[in-house]
């Protein structure tokens, strides 16, 4: 893995996890590997890293951004549709209708503050994959969820990795 090396006494120290969640539950971490590699099946990989870098950004996960923004640059995703991401809804040019349709129902099952997803929202998203597709984004978009809570709760430490380390 690389390190983040700080260029500059003006940044501010880098904080130490809370917990080695990984390490103390091993069999959940690589239950979780399994899942995230089972529901990211036939899915494509734009789309992929697209819907967990912005379910990452809504659940302000940082490790999750840091490795999924390292895949997508590295799967060949542009810097600029990576960007714009977090403002979608006013850059809707840089996406196609089908990419907005899998955004939309990210944000859709990962904020659950009214406790459903929007009809309107998984219509859309089910005119633009078929069911077996829908289902497997459906299971990705709760699979980075997962990733994201742990992420949060035990403050892991972005910077670190390396696209083709151990994926999740």
Known sequence: M???????????????????????????????????????????????????????????????LDMHTKDALAAGESVERIIQLDAWEESRHFYTERELAAIELTEAVTVLTDGFVPDEVYANAAKHFEEAELAQLIAAITVINAWNRFGVATRQVPGHYTPGDIKH
Request: charged share 20%; glycine share 2%; net charge positive.
């Open 2 to 64: 690389t390190t983040h090396q700080h260029t500059s006494a003006a940044h501010a120290p880098e904080h130490p996890a809370r917990l080695a969640w990984a390490q103390l539950a091993p069999d959940v971490y690589k239950a979780m590997v399994r899942l995230d590699m089972a529901s990211c099946k036939g899915l494509d990989p734009t789309l992929r890293e697209l819907v967990k870098v912005r379910a990452s950004q809504l659940n302000r996960c940082a490790l999750c």
